[in-house]
C-alpha cells in the first residue's frame, strides 16, 4: 500500500479483555515502531523492531503488553487483560534507516484507538 | 534520558499573524531533531529533520532553526488550514525519536 496501514481503527474492549492490534508498514521499510498516545498528550515510545528483531521494548508498560513482527514486515501488538488505563491511541510507524544507521523520517499510520470500558 | 519540552502548550493566532512554537531538548548525542504536524483522528506527518546548530529548513509558510538546545519553528502570515498540533522530536544515541507533548496551534479567519 501507500501508507501505514493500521486496524482496526477503533477498537471497545470490556476490561480484562485482550486485544491485539496490527500494523502494515510501507513495503520495504525496515524500521517499525509502536507508540502510544494519550489524549492531549505526545506519543509515549512502546517498541521498535528492525525487520524480525525486536531491539527495544523498554517502553512497554507491563508485562501484558507485547508486540512481534515474525517475518518483518507486519506486526501485532498484543495487550492482555486490559485496564481502563491502556486507553489510549496505539501508533504504528516505519521508516527507510539513512546511512549511519539513523531511523531517519518516520512514515505513521493514524493510529488505532482502544477505549477499555 | 532524553527529554522534549515544548512550548506554549496552545497557541492561537489570527490569520497572518506570524508566531514561533519552542521545543527545548535535552539528548546526548544529537542525531537529529524532527518536527511533525498533527491534524485531529490521525497520525504524525513529517515537516522536516534538523541535525546541527545553526541549520534551517523551510516549507512553505514554516521554517525550522537549531541551536545547541532549542529548535523553533516560525510560521509566517498563517492560515486556518495550519490549525493542527506541531510535535517536536530528537534522537540520540538510541536512534529512537522521544516526542513532546506538542503545541496545539489555532489560526482564526
Known sequence: GAGVSQSPRYKVAKRGQDVALRCDPISGHVSLFWYQQALGQGPEFLTYFQNEAQLDKSGLPSDRFFAERPEGSVSTLKIQRTQQEDSAVYLCASSFPVEGGDTGELFFGEGSRLTVL | ?109
Open chain 2, 1 to 109: 534520558e532524553d527529554q522534549v519540552t515544548q512550548s506554549p502548550e496552545a497557541l492561537r493566532l489570527q490569520e497572518g499573524e506570524s508566531s514561533s512554537l519552542n521545543c527545548s531538548y535535552t539528548v546526548s548525542g544529537l542525531r537529529g531533531l524532527f518536527w511533525y504536524r498533527q491534524d485531529p483522528g490521525k497520525g504524525p506527518e513529517f515537516l522536516f529533520t534538523l541535525y546541527s546548530a545553526g541549520e534551517e529548513k523551510e516549507k512553505e509558510r514554516l521554517k525550522a532553526t537549531l541551536t545547541k538546545k532549542e529548535s523553533f519553528l516560525h510560521i509566517t502570515a498563517p492560515k486556518p488550514e495550519d490549525s493542527a498540533t506541531y510535535l517536536c522530536a530528537s534522537s540520540g544515541g538510541s536512534y529512537i525519536p522521544t516526542f513532546g507533548r506538542g503545541t496545539s496551534l489555532i489560526v482564526h479567519p
